[in-house]
């Protein structure tokens, strides 16, 4: 027997009992949105991997904090991207193409101080996010490496292991 993503799914299985009301409007959603969906509930090896991407995109929204605060963050961009449309002052400097960009005004910026040391799945779900959301949606992380050769030169105190860049 060997064991892949949609296996093991106990916590999946917990959300669908909980939100069953929510899961089974997010199934009918797909479904009328013209994507091939099984009526599969919580048959999970019915899902095929894009699927499976929309199932836990959808989980994550009930379950991660940070997912949740973030998407909540991000209905601030088309907000405003609609509220300069509906000015419609196009006689504005901003008006001419080009030079409106509503991610100028609007940054969410999210600090991730171990990003740095992210495994590679980790990586893959910060990456998820970063397409996930608009292009607001900013990482900030400090940067380092070991401190080398010029450490003493630089002065950086002999306890330090890392120099940090951010």
Not at 60 to 65: A, F, G, P
Not at 72 to 94: I, K, T
Request: proline share 2%; net charge negative; aromatic share 14%.
């Amino acid at each position: 027997f060997k064991e892949d993503h949609r296996s093991v799914v106990p916590l999946m299985h917990w959300l669908k009992t909980k939100y069953e009301e929510e899961f089974l409007a997010f199934a009918n959603r797909m479904r009328g949105r013209g994507i091939e969906w099984p009526v599969a509930g919580d048959q999970w090896a019915e899902y095929s991997d894009s699927q499976w991407d929309r199932v836990t995109s959808w989980a994550s929204m009930r379950m991660q904090t940070l997912w949740r605060t973030v998407a909540g963050m991000c209905y601030y961009h088309p907000a405003l991207q609609c509220h300069f449309e509906a000015q419609g002052d196009r006689s504005s400097s901003l008006a001419k193409d080009g030079v409106w960009d509503v991610s100028d005004c609007f940054t969410c910026l999210v600090s991730m101080q171990m990003y740095k040391f992210f495994e590679k799945e980790m990586l893959e779900h910060t990456d998820r996010m970063l397409h996930k959301f608009p292009s607001c949606l900013k990482i900030a992380f400090i940067d380092c490496k070991d401190k080398g050769d010029a450490a003493d030169r630089d002065m950086v105190h002999s306890e330090q292991e890392r120099r940090y860049y951010s």
